[in-house]
């Protein structure tokens, strides 16, 4: 009994999020964000601390920049088949935030420090639906602290290298089946950890019309430290997990490459390549600090992906610029082991924005992104919702509206 309740618990350790590729978030500016995120080769505003680091050596004196992306996910689940009924995720916003500073300190010497999150958000859905064994509620949140320095070798070419400092937590909250016995358990999971990692950058300009980038984020490892409770009544009260646990996540490296080219004075088109390194979440090990308890793991077996993105910004006047932008996201997750905390799929991205220049040193950048996801149906689902055998087969949709806003001040 103990191994199947906990074996709910494992299978959704930070496994959150809808709005990237896995758990991943990629707006952390609304400018880039507007572009369809493809700035890598681009770069030339505080935001560049996340999408390249190498390109804040563009940026003259000291430049600040602080937004928000408000994220509402929209998911359904039709089934268990060969059930039809559909059931739908609860209203949520989620509300990422980003903070950029940047600072010359000589003509070819530049830091900065970046504070954002890029991994994280959740899913809730009623306790009462079927899948309530996989998931009722779940949130997770990580800030990242990232400084930088870049360095000019010549007018040209710029590269930068810079630290990662993290920390993260989870809530999970799910039913269990006290099968073969009547009623049910509720497991909640709360838990946190702190990660190191770092970025690299390069930037080129190779000439007035034409630029490009390389940037590169490491995988960081969380060990999570938590407590795992079960409420359940009280003559099950021997049969349930509950105790000191932990576990160990480690989130993707990401290695992204870009181009940014001016065919017309007041026109610049961009495009990024973003290769992101999920095999690194395999395995998902839960131990006991209660040696009496047995240690359990849960297969993930994510897969290496990518994603393509096309952006534009045209210079309307001198205060206004309008901009779109397009992506492709390839999902890491395989069809048999999609569950509702992650109704992952490949997924189409249409963005559109403006920036406003309000006085001579503030600007307000302004973005908007309306993510499809494919439609997923799952057929030979590994992922079972009860205590017994039962495949959690149907099918999950979902769509996403983000809205981004970011307020930047020049010195």
């Known amino acids: 009994?103990?191994?199947?309740?906990?074996?709910?618990?494992?299978?959704?350790?930070?496994?959150?999020?809808?709005?990237?590729?896995?758990?991943?978030?990629?707006?952390?500016?609304?400018?880039?964000?507007?572009?369809?995120?493809?700035?890598?080769?681009?770069a030339n505003d505080p935001s560049a601390i996340y999408f390249n680091p190498a390109g804040i050596t563009q940026l003259s004196g000291t430049r600040i920049s602080a937004g928000v992306t408000l994220i509402s996910p929209i998911s359904s689940f039709r089934g268990p088949a060969p059930d039809i009924t559909e059931y739908s995720q609860h209203s949520q916003l989620f509300t990422p935030f980003n903070f950029y500073v940047t600072h010359q300190?000589?003509?070819?010497?530049?830091?900065?420090?970046?504070?954002?999150?890029?991994?994280?958000?959740?899913?809730?859905?009623?306790?009462?639906?079927?899948?309530?064994?996989?998931?009722?509620?779940?949130?997770?949140?990580?800030?990242?602290?990232?400084?930088?320095?870049?360095?000019?070798?010549?007018?040209?070419?710029?590269?930068?290298?810079?630290?990662?400092?993290?920390?993260?937590?989870?809530?999970?909250?799910?039913n269990a089946d006290l099968a073969p016995f009547d009623g049910e358990a509720q497991v909640n999971l709360s838990g946190d950890a702190t990660a190191w990692g770092f970025t690299a950058g390069i930037f080129y300009k190779v000439s007035d019309q034409f630029s490009a980038g390389v940037s590169f984020r490491s995988e960081s490892t969380f060990d999570f430290e938590g407590t795992a409770e079960t409420e359940a009544p009280s003559q099950f009260s021997a049969l349930v997990p509950s105790g000191d646990i932990s576990a160990s996540l480690t989130t993707p490296m990401n290695l992204t490459a870009g181009v940014a080219y001016k065919p017309l004075e007041y026109l610049t088109i961009t495009a990024d390549f973003q290769y992101i390194g999920w095999s690194s979440y395999d395995v998902l090990a839960v131990d006991f600090k209660?040696?009496?308890?047995?240690?359990?793991?849960?297969?993930?077996?994510?897969?290496?992906?990518?994603?393509?993105?096309?952006?534009?910004?045209?210079?309307?006047?001198?205060?206004?610029?309008?901009r779109g932008g397009f992506l492709f996201d390839n999902n890491p997750v395989k069809d048999e082991?999609?569950?509702?905390?992650?109704?992952?799929?490949?997924?189409?991205?249409?963005?559109?924005?403006?920036?406003?220049?309000?006085?001579?040193?503030?600007?307000?950048?302004?973005?908007?992104?309306?993510?499809?996801?494919?439609?997923?149906?799952?057929?030979?689902?590994?992922?079972?919702?009860?205590?017994?055998?039962?495949?959690?087969?149907?099918?999950?949709?979902?769509?996403?509206?983000?809205?981004?806003?970011?307020?930047?001040?020049?010195?």
């Open 1 to 42: 009994m103990k191994k199947v309740l906990l074996l709910f618990v494992v299978c959704s350790i930070f496994t959150s999020g809808v709005f990237a590729g896995g758990f991943q978030i990629n707006e952390h500016g609304a400018r880039a964000m507007a572009m369809g995120g493809a700035f890598t080769g681009l």
């Open 290 to 322: 209660d040696e009496s308890q047995e240690d359990l793991a849960a297969v993930r077996d994510y897969e290496n992906t990518y994603i393509l993105r096309l952006g534009g910004e045209y210079i309307l006047t001198d205060a206004l610029a309008l």
């Open 337 to 411: 082991l999609v569950e509702p905390t992650l109704p992952d799929s490949d997924r189409l991205g249409f963005n559109i924005g403006f920036g406003y220049k309000l006085t001579d040193n503030i600007n307000v950048d302004v973005a908007y992104l309306f993510l499809r996801f494919n439609e997923r149906e799952i057929t030979d689902s590994q992922i079972n919702y009860t205590g017994g055998e039962a495949p959690f087969n149907g099918v999950y949709n979902s769509t996403a509206h983000l809205f981004g806003v970011n307020f930047s001040y020049n010195f």
């Open 105 to 174: 300190f000589t003509d070819d010497l530049f830091v900065g420090l970046g504070v954002n999150n890029p991994f994280g958000l959740g899913t809730e859905w009623d306790d009462t639906w079927p899948g309530r064994y996989l998931a009722v509620d779940t949130e997770v949140r990580t800030f990242f602290f990232n400084p930088v320095v870049a360095y000019k070798l010549t007018e040209e070419l710029s590269i930068s290298a810079g630290l990662n400092f993290a920390f993260g937590d989870v809530k999970i909250i799910r």
